[in-house]
């Protein structure tokens, strides 16, 4: 199919990309998702802002214990090791290769997988177990929304449409952070059936931080907060983490059904996935 | 000059050179967009165009009823009824998808602007998607008549008593899932009108096919239509017939006086192209204590799409290739055809001998499982040895040749067999170890095609430059005929193969065709165009021999040259036309069908706590009697295992529950094996020439899809030590092995 007929906008500053919204544009970035919604005729946009030429949105910086990700910023950015310090960086490459394949991670881009909140998203999942925050800009001014709040449902944030989410800021991750990311799905380049991103603090032998992400276990990303209760004061051990897999499955998630991964099923995926993501971020 | 490319297709096709019907620029050309039914079963109330024709760049749009003289779709007819197949539809949809209006634009972008304008109204039926839903008639796609379209049967019934004496008799039930053939290049029809003429471009299997089809539903005398056939983007089956859309875009480029074309989308291609398979099964399979077998009997539901059509009766092909390569004395096959609301079932690579060697060959792993024998053993005692052949089936096959032993002792060795066992021991006394399954399956098909299409039309022409032009009825979709034949030809005839060029796809090049369908190709054309080539120089010897007065024994035909066979002054081609004018032969060549044959083998590794599969190894050994091109038939035997490996892992079409399949993603929803999913593959070869032509080929190039499936679910199924295979049904998709393995 075609996407029907559209008008074509390429704002040079963040100011007149905001204006574009304001007048109805619908944002186009690494464009992996929006092209192939027009195509499919999903979405007819009257007019589209393509933002690759705005100077700056491409920054990724590093100040004060932040990480900042600016919308142009490709998935492909975070394959490269040491392109964001300490175990962030390291969390952020075990779940990047799992992002659809080269062509794609090459053109999409991180803020956009926020942008668009497919319920599968590696991204989404980890923005909302790491307390990130994301920045809108709109002619009304800039305000800034943590992603525990940002996510809605299936492809709804609170993201308003004249807003552009131009930038999303995640605190670094202690050095002594153990990270693991974990997915599973049916071919190599498909959605994840469920994903899992884990980030454990383990100190004296006793956890005592714990951010488990989950992706495609409920209508939108999750953290799964029950489950990091059940490790928070415990010791790592095997037991510890297939009861903390068992308590997301039960009850942090809310699995959708799917064809081929109807809710009884994908409960048990998150159970085991959920354990054995703990396991590897802090071997036992 | 040393060519850098393997084959002579590739230099065109690897370099984006190639030129596919999307590619053709005709001025003035329109390009159409059918307007679909969303819904799978329902009342046509209204599809009015007129917002479409008001769209700009919109030329015209259609609704069944602004085209009152539109030809239906042929071959409907089955038994005593006609249901009738609108390529509009009148006012039943009776699948999802099925065009509702057509309308052409300047461009794709155009005409589908003016499609979203159609303004339609379906009042929704229950639809039915399951043959077992469907023949209970409760909901009738044809009121008045049943869905169930044909009954048939192979082989005679198996009394009772031969049930009960048995020492061992497995039953299941399998499911053969609905697949998309899935060719890169969708369906393409260009039609433009020319005076008196009209040439049709269209990727294409069968264009003497079409071309009578289209003149029959067009009312037009054959010689007034041309297809051509340009490269095609693959076809697997599924470019064989003729389409509503296609009926659609010649009638209505005839009547506009314009060319019109249908360049059909993915989007378009999963809901409304031909799928294959679709049978649910029942097997008995009986054996007495030593592993004999004794009896077998299949059972087919096919569900075969909203009309009869040529796929009604493709089910038979299951039955007819029952008894698969075992000496089973008893089998008998039945088969009910039911109509169901998709699109309709059709060949799909393979093409009902999957659908005969799957249910076949997981049943003789249960049956070594219940006797305590090893798979391979089993098979041993029971493949029919060379020495019976030809072999006359209990289901109607005469086997032409065959080695199966031969086959299977080659698979088991370039598995490392016995190695693999060893490590399946190892793991299993390990409880840390995933485990590991070793999957086998030996089958037979048939290639060369049915009574009525054994033939084809081939011709050899030398010319005055020293060329010589091949021409044959097949049609390639990627199977390398422009490397293949003339290669073939150049060896009959002792000429540089640079010097042979192929024609084919063209029905202006040749009196009639058959096409390419069926593995016909190699073992038909081929034959044909070698008995051509030496029927050439059959004729130049006698234009030789009347030039030098001399009787024919005393001229002989050695290196593209005639001679006298005492002298040493040869004559070659390019100076016998000049001199005796020119060198045509033309033929209708017809050969039996001939049984491929081989074992395929797989090794898995399960993970039971996710359900997912990791194949670590596939063996493919194939027979396909003389290999004209080694490496083209492993490119064949490659590609088929790699769709066989989509049938048992991957591919599938599930249901809403409107009926209406869940594919709205394309393929991120209709998932195919792409270089991720591809294990390691072996490919060993058998040599069993077919006796039925000199040249002896048989088939290639459908193996994978057939052999490779079972070998895979076999493997799974040995892996989790399963002792009711029925609770695993294709594709093995994670959930459905964590079931089974639960």
């Given at each position: 199919m075609k996407p029907t007929a559209f008008d074509y906008l390429a704002p040079g500053t963040v100011g007149e990309a905001v204006d574009a919204l304001a007048a109805g544009a619908q944002v186009l970035a690494g464009g992996q998702s929006l092209l192939l919604e027009m195509h499919l005729q999903r979405v007819h946009p009257n007019l589209v802002a393509d933002i690759n030429h705005i100077p700056g949105l491409d920054a990724l910086t590093v100040a004060d214990g932040t990480l900042t990700v600016g919308a142009l910023v490709r998935h492909k950015t975070f394959e490269s090791p040491g392109a964001v310090p300490g175990p962030l960086g390291d969390l952020f490459g075990r779940a990047v290769a799992?992002?659809?394949h080269p062509p794609i991670r090459a053109r999409g881009t991180m803020v956009g997988s926020l942008a668009w909140a497919?319920?599968?998203?590696e991204w989404c999942a980890l923005a909302v177990a790491l307390d990130a925050v994301v920045e809108l800009r709109s002619t009304r001014g800039t305000r800034e929304v943590p992603a525990g709040d940002y996510f809605l449902g299936p492809f709804r944030t609170a993201r308003e449409p004249d807003e552009l989410l131009t930038a999303v800021r995640y605190p670094l991750l202690a050095p002594d952070t153990g990270v693991a990311f974990t997915e599973h799905r049916r071919t190599g380049f498909s959605f994840a059936q469920v994903a899992v991103g884990a980030a454990l603090t383990i100190r004296d032998g006793v956890i005592t931080e714990a951010r488990i992400g989950l992706a495609n276990c409920a209508d939108r990303p999750l953290r799964a907060h029950a489950a990091e209760r059940a490790l928070v004061g415990s010791g790592p051990s095997s037991p510890v983490f297939a009861r903390a897999g068992e308590t997301a499955a039960e009850q942090d998630a809310a699995p959708v059904p799917e064809p081929y991964a109807d809710v009884d099923y994908r409960r048990h995926v998150i159970a085991v996935l959920v354990a054995r993501t703990l396991r590897e971020a802090a071997p036992v | 000059m040393v060519d850098r490319w393997l084959r002579r297709e590739d230099e065109r096709l690897l370099t984006g050179a190639g030129r596919f019907v999307a590619d053709l620029r005709v001025p003035g050309c329109l390009d159409a967009v059918f307007v679909r039914s969303e819904v799978a079963h329902g009342v046509l109330r209204e599809a009015d165009c007129s917002a479409a024709r008001e769209t700009p760049g919109v030329a015209g749009a259609w609704s069944a009823a602004d085209l009152p003289g539109l030809p239906p779709m042929p071959d409907t007819r089955q038994g005593e009824a006609t249901r009738e197949w609108p390529s509009l539809v009148k006012n039943r949809v009776r699948y999802p998808g099925e065009a509702l209006a057509v309308v052409l634009g300047d461009d794709r972008y155009r005409a589908e602007d003016g499609a979203g304008r159609v303004l339609v109204r379906i009042d929704p039926l229950p639809a039915v998607v399951t043959a077992e839903e469907a023949a209970g008639d409760e909901v009738r796609l044809f009121d008045g008549l049943s869905n169930v379209a044909l009954h048939g049967e192979a082989g005679q019934p198996i009394d009772d008593e031969v049930w009960e004496r048995a020492a061992v008799v497995v039953e299941s039930d399998y499911r053969q899932q609905l697949l998309m053939p899935s060719p890169m290049e969708c369906r393409t029809i260009l039609c433009v009108p020319e005076g008196d003429r009209l040439t049709v471009w269209s990727g294409h299997q069968a264009p003497h096919r079409l071309r009578s089809d289209l003149a029959r539903l067009l009312g037009r005398p054959e010689k007034s239509i041309r297809v051509v056939v340009p490269d095609t983007g693959g076809a697997f089956g599924s470019k064989s017939a003729v389409f509503p859309e296609f009926i659609v875009v010649a009638w209505l480029a005839e009547r506009l006086g314009r060319p019109v074309r249908w360049i059909e989308d993915r989007r378009e291609s999963l809901l409304v192209a031909t799928r294959g398979r679709g049978q649910d099964q029942h097997v008995r399979l009986a054996a007495d204590a030593d592993g004999r077998l004794v009896a077998y009997e299949l059972t087919v539901e096919a569900d075969v799409g909203a009309y009869p059509h040529l796929g009604v009766a493709f089910p038979m092909q299951t039955a007819w290739m029952a008894t698969g390569p075992y000496t089973t004395p008893q089998v008998h096959a039945t088969v009910r055809s039911v109509l169901t609301n998709t699109m309709m079932t059709y060949p799909y690579r393979g093409a009902g001998r999957p659908e005969a060697t799957s249910p076949l060959e997981r049943t003789m792993d249960v049956l070594a499982r219940r006797l305590d024998l090893d798979p391979a053993e089993l098979r041993r005692r029971n493949l029919i040895p060379p020495e019976q052949f030809p072999y006359r089936t209990p289901t109607g096959r005469v086997y032409d040749s065959g080695d199966h032993l031969a086959a299977l002792d080659l698979a088991l060795r370039t598995l490392d067999y016995d190695g693999w066992r060893a490590e399946q021991a190892r793991r299993r006394a390990d409880p840390g170890a995933l485990p590991v399954g070793v999957g086998l399956s030996c089958y037979v098909e048939r290639s060369g095609g049915e009574r009525g299409s054994l033939h084809d039309y081939v011709g050899v022409e030398a010319g005055e430059d020293g060329g010589v032009v091949a021409r044959c009825g097949a049609s390639s979709s990627g199977q390398s005929h422009a490397t293949v034949f003339p290669a073939l030809v150049a060896e009959t005839l002792g000429v540089d193969p640079a010097r042979v060029r192929l024609v084919e796809g063209d029905t202006d090049e040749l009196p009639g065709g058959v096409g390419s369908?069926?593995?016909?190709s190699a073992q038909i054309d081929g034959a044909g165009l070698q008995h051509a080539a030496t029927l050439l120089i059959e004729e130049a010897r006698e234009r030789a021999a009347r030039m030098w007065d001399l009787p024919v024994e005393e001229t002989a035909w050695s290196d593209g040259a005639v001679h006298p066979v005492r002298g040493t002054a040869a004559m070659g081609l390019s100076e016998l036309v000049k001199r005796t004018g020119p060198l045509r032969i033309d033929e209708r060549y017809e050969a039996d069908m001939a049984f491929p044959f081989g074992t395929h083998a797989a090794v898995v590794e399960v993970d039971p706590d996710l359900g997912t599969v990791r194949v670590l190894r596939l063996v493919a050994v194939d027979d396909c009697?003389?290999?004209?091109?080694p490496a083209v038939v492993r490119g064949q035997a490659f590609g088929s295992v790699v769709q066989g490996l989509g049938q048992a892992l991957y591919e599938g079409v599930p249901f809403g529950d409107d009926g209406v399949p869940v594919l709205g993603n394309g393929l991120l929803d209709y998932l195919l094996p792409t270089y991720a999913e591809i294990p390691p593959i072996e490919l060993g070869e058998t040599r069993t020439p077919t006796p039925r032509t000199p040249l002896g080929a048989k088939g290639a190039g459908e193996s994978g899809c057939i052999g490779t499936p079972p070998a895979i679910v076999n493997a799974v199924a040995d892996a989790l030590r399963l002792d009711h295979p029925d609770r695993l049904q294709m594709p093995l998709t994670p959930d459905v092995v964590w079931r089974a393995a639960a």
């Open positions: 799992n992002i659809a497919h319920p599968a998203s | 369908f069926g593995s016909r009697g003389r290999a004209l091109d």
